[in-house]
């Protein structure tokens, strides 16, 4: 069984589709607008985005990006921050290279490399 798509409720959806196509290679799918947008990743995965008022998630909801390098990690980090964005600085965190980023639509994403396992 294959992830079909996320559906996320978010409070800017312009900046929110700059950030994912900009830094995490995300495309549009179809209609993007100030309301709604669709984006896909590499596996075909689909994150829909629509806009919302009062947009709350629980304090543990993230969406998560993996890395093939520590290196990429630190580097997509740096564009970040080179792009006016304050993720958390990386750290080694269970067994994994790790940041976090609050985006301007109201969730949270996360960057990891693996580079141990998980016990």
Same mark, same amino acid.
């Given at each position: ?32 607008? /100030? ?6 990743? $590499?596996?075909?995965? +689909? ?41 958390? /600085?990386?750290?080694? $965190? ?14 949270? +994403? ?10």
């Amino acid at each position: 069984m294959n992830l079909n798509h996320i559906n996320l409720e978010v409070t800017d959806v312009t900046a929110t589709v700059a950030l994912l196509e900009t830094y995490f290679g995300l495309r549009r799918t179809r209609l993007v607008t /100030a309301e709604m947008a669709f984006l896909r990743d $590499d596996s075909g995965a +689909l994150i829909s985005l629509f806009r919302g008022e009062d947009v709350a998630y629980p304090r543990m909801f993230h969406i998560g990006f993996t890395r093939e390098t520590v290196e990429e990690v630190n580097d997509l980090h740096r564009r970040l921050v080179e792009g006016g964005f304050a993720p958390e /600085a990386p750290r080694d $965190d269970h067994g994994r290279w790790t940041f976090y980023l609050a985006t301007p639509g109201g969730f949270t +994403l996360e960057v990891q490399k693996f580079h141990r396992e998980l016990v």
